[in-house]
C-alpha cells in the first residue's frame, strides 16, 4: 500500500514537471507557427504558391520536427548531462577534461561562443514573438496597423519589467496557458486538415526530395525559413536541470510535436484552398469570432516564451560568472525555495533595450526572422562538434558509429546553417554581431583575470613560506579571526603579507580562504572544503562549488565551526584585497584589450556583496598593479 501510495506521488510529480516544462521549455518553439510558414511563402525570397510547393515546404517542416528536434535532442543530446544539468556551458564543461590540451582549447572557444549566441536569441525571441503576436491586430481590422509597434514595446517594457519579481508565482500558470495554446494550435489546424485532407500526404520524405529537385538554389534558400520551425530546440537541452529527461521528452512526443505538425498542415491546407490568405495564415486558420481570443493567446503565449529565454539568459549569465567568463554581478535570488530562480539586472537593462532596439529596427515579424536563425542554427553547428566529444569519450561509443552519426546530423546543421548565412545583409548580421561582442567580452576577462593572478602570484610568495614567518617574526596578536579571501590557493593574500611586513600584526586565528568552482553543476558543500592546520591558529581553507551553486559565507563558517574551527562573526574581520590596475601596455590592441579589461573590473560587484559579507567586517587593502 506504501509502495502504491509513493508510486502516485511519484506519477504526479512527472505530470506537474511535464505540464510545467511544456510552459517553459517549449513557449519558444510553441509560436513559431505564427510566422514560421508564412515566411516560406510570402515575403522577398516567397516561393510561388503551387500545391507541390506547399507539400514540399510541409515535407521539410515535417522531418526538421523529426531530425533535429526528436532525433538530435530529444534522443541524443539529452544523454549528455553533467549531474543532471544540460545546456552548452554544462555540455563544454563534461567534455573538457576528457580531451587532449589542443582539443581543450577548441572546445572551450566554441562553448564561450555558443553561449554568446543564446544571447542573441534571448533578445531576438521576445522581439519576434510578441510582434508577431500583436500583428494579429492588423488581420482583425486596419484600424490597429498604426499601434502594433507601440503595442508591442508596452508589452516588452512590462515583460522586462516584472523579472525582478521573478518566476515562482508566474510559472505556475505557464504549463496550462501553454497547454491551452497548444490544444487550439492543434484544434484550428485540425478543423482545416479535415477540408483538404489530401495534405497528410507531406508526410512522405519523397515531397521534400522533389521540392528540392524542381526548385533548386531556391530551394536551398527557404531552408532559411524552414529552419524557424526548430529554433527552440536548444531550449530542450539547456533546461534538462529543471525538470528531468523524461518530463522534457514525454511532452515532446505526447503534446507537442502532435499540435505543431497538425497545425502547420493546417495552415497548408488552408493556403491549398484560399492562397490568398498566404499574408498570415496563421490567424486565418480562425474563424472570425474567434480572432481576438488567439490574439489575446498567441500574446500570452509570446510572453511565455520570452519570459522562458529571458530566465534563460540569466542562467547562463550565472554559470559563466561561476566558470570565470564574466565579471561579478548583482544578482537577486527570487525565489527561497528554488536556487535556480535568479534576476540579474543588468542582465535584464541590456536585453530590454537590445530587444526595443531590434522592434523599432527591423518593424515587423519578417524583417526579424532574417535575423532569427543565424544565431540559434550556429548554436546547433556547436551543440553537434561538442557532441561527438561526449559521444568517444564520455560514452565510449564506436568510433565509427559516433562518426556517421555525427555526420548525419552535421549535414542536416550545416544545411540550415548555410540557408541562414544568405539572411546576413537583410539582418542575419545582427545575433552574429551581438554574439561577437559578448564573446570579446568573455575571452577578454578571462585572459585578463589569469594574467592577472599570474602577476599577483609572481609577486607574492608560497604559503609555507609564511609559516616561517609567523614562527620567527616577533608580532602583536590581537583577539578575533580575521579571515582573508584568496583567489589563488597556493600564494599567501597581499594583505596579509602587509600586515606581516608592515604592522607587525595579527589576528589570534588566520584564516585564509580560497573559494572556487567546480567543472560539476553542484557539489556536496561539506564534502568539498578542504582544511589544512600546519600551525596552531593558521588554516587555510578551500572550498569547492560547483558551477551552479550559490555561494554563502555563512554556511561556510557554520560547516568550519562543525568541523572545530570556531569563528564568531561578531569578532571576526574578513579581509579584502583590491586592485587598483593600471595600464602600461605599448601594443595597441593588447592596450584596448587591458582597458575594457580595467573597465569590466572596475563595474563588477564588490567582493564583500557578491559574497553576502557584512559591510561592517570587511577590510579592504589596496594594491597597484601593471597591466
Not at 244 to 253: L, N, V, Y
Not at 450 to 477: A, C, G, H, Y
Amino acid at each position: 500500500m506504501d509502495s502504491s501510495l509513493g508510486q502516485n506521488k511519484s506519477r504526479k510529480y512527472v505530470a506537474l514537471l511535464t505540464i510545467t516544462a511544456i510552459g517553459v521549455v517549449y513557449g519558444d518553439i510553441g509560436t513559431s507557427p505564427l510566422y514560421a510558414l508564412k515566411e516560406c511563402f510570402h515575403g522577398p525570397h516567397a516561393l510561388p504558391l503551387t500545391p507541390e510547393n506547399i507539400f514540399g515546404v510541409l515535407s521539410c517542416i515535417f522531418w526538421a520536427l523529426i531530425l533535429i528536434i526528436s532525433v538530435k535532442y530529444s534522443i541524443i543530446v539529452l544523454r549528455a548531462d553533467n549531474e543532471g544539468e544540460g545546456g552548452i556551458l554544462a555540455l563544454m564543461a563534461l567534455v573538457v577534461n576528457k580531451i587532449s590540451p589542443r582539443a581543450k582549447v577548441v572546445v572551450v572557444a566554441l562553448g564561450i561562443f555558443g553561449a554568446a549566441l543564446l544571447y542573441g536569441d534571448g533578445i531576438i525571441t521576445p522581439a519576434i514573438s510578441v510582434l508577431s503576436a500583436v500583428e494579429g491586430l492588423s488581420i482583425a481590422t486596419p484600424f490597429f496597423e498604426p499601434f502594433i509597434i507601440p503595442i508591442t514595446l508596452i508589452i516588452i517594457i512590462m515583460l522586462f519589467a516584472v523579472q525582478k519579481k521573478g518566476t515562482a508565482g508566474v510559472g505556475k500558470i505557464f504549463g496550462p496557458i501553454t497547454i491551452m495554446w497548444f490544444l487550439a494550435l492543434a484544434v484550428l489546424g485540425f478543423s482545416w486538415i479535415v477540408k483538404n485532407p489530401e495534405v497528410i500526404r507531406a508526410i512522405n520524405p519523397f515531397y521534400a526530395v522533389d521540392f528540392f529537385i524542381n526548385n533548386g538554389f531556391m530551394a536551398f534558400v527557404i531552408l532559411g525559413s524552414v529552419f524557424l520551425v526548430v529554433t527552440g530546440g536548444e531550449a530542450l537541452y539547456a533546461d534538462m536541470g529543471h525538470f528531468g529527461r523524461f518530463p522534457i521528452r514525454f511532452a515532446w512526443f505526447a503534446v507537442v510535436l502532435p499540435a505543431l505538425t497538425i497545425n502547420y498542415f493546417g495552415q497548408g491546407a488552408l493556403l491549398l484552398s484560399e492562397p490568398d490568405k498566404v499574408y498570415n495564415p496563421f490567424y486565418n486558420l480562425a474563424p472570425e469570432w474567434a480572432l481576438y481570443p488567439m490574439i489575446i493567446l498567441a500574446t500570452m503565449a509570446a510572453c511565455i516564451a520570452s519570459q522562458a529565454v529571458i530566465s534563460g539568459a540569466f542562467s547562463l549569465t550565472f554559470q559563466a560568472l561561476q566558470l570565470g567568463f564574466l565579471p561579478r554581478l548583482k544578482i537577486e535570488h527570487t525565489s527561497e525555495k528554488e536556487r535556480g530562480q535568479i534576476y540579474i539586472p543588468r542582465v535584464n537593462y541590456l536585453m530590454c533595450f537590445a530587444t526595443i532596439l531590434l522592434v523599432i529596427s527591423f518593424k515587423s515579424s519578417s524583417n526579424l526572422a532574417a535575423a532569427y536563425g543565424i544565431a540559434v542554427s550556429t548554436a546547433m553547428i556547436i551543440t553537434t562538434v561538442l557532441l561527438y566529444y561526449a559521444m568517444r569519450k564520455l560514452w565510449k561509443w564506436n568510433l565509427g558509429v559516433s562518426i556517421l552519426i555525427i555526420s548525419i546530423l552535421f549535414a542536416i546543421d550545416l544545411a540550415f546553417w548555410s540557408a541562414n548565412l544568405l539572411k546576413l545583409p537583410q539582418g542575419g548580421w545582427f545575433p552574429l554581431a551581438f554574439a561577437g561582442l559578448i564573446y570579446f567580452t568573455m575571452t577578454t576577462w578571462k585572459s585578463g583575470r589569469k594574467f592577472l593572478m599570474e602577476k599577483i602570484q609572481n609577486d607574492t610568495q608560497p604559503i609555507e613560506s609564511i609559516i616561517e614567518d609567523l614562527v620567527s617574526i616577533r608580532m602583536f596578536t590581537i583577539p578575533g579571526t580575521a579571515i582573508y579571501m584568496s583567489s589563488n590557493r597556493n600564494s599567501v593574500p597581499p594583505p596579509l603579507i602587509q600586515n606581516i611586513r608592515h604592522h607587525k600584526l595579527l589576528h589570534k586565528q588566520i584564516v585564509i580562504l580560497n573559494i572556487s568552482f567546480l567543472k560539476v553543476p553542484h557539489s556536496n558543500l561539506e564534502d568539498n572544503i578542504t582544511i589544512e592546520n600546519p600551525i596552531e591558529g593558521f588554516y587555510k581553507v578551500i572550498v569547492n562549488y560547483g558551477f551552479m551553486d550559490m555561494t554563502s559565507i555563512v554556511n561556510v563558517i557554520k560547516i568550519l565551526n562543525e568541523k572545530g574551527i570556531n569563528i564568531n562573526m561578531d569578532k571576526t574581520t574578513f579581509f579584502l584585497g583590491r586592485e587598483s590596475l593600471v595600464v602600461t601596455e605599448k601594443n595597441p590592441i593588447k592596450r584596448l584589450r587591458n582597458k575594457i579589461f580595467v573597465l569590466l573590473s572596475n563595474n563588477a560587484q564588490r567582493a564583500n556583496e557578491f559574497f553576502n559579507i557584512p559591510n561592517t567586517r570587511v577590510f579592504e587593502v589596496g594594491t597597484q598593479v601593471e597591466l
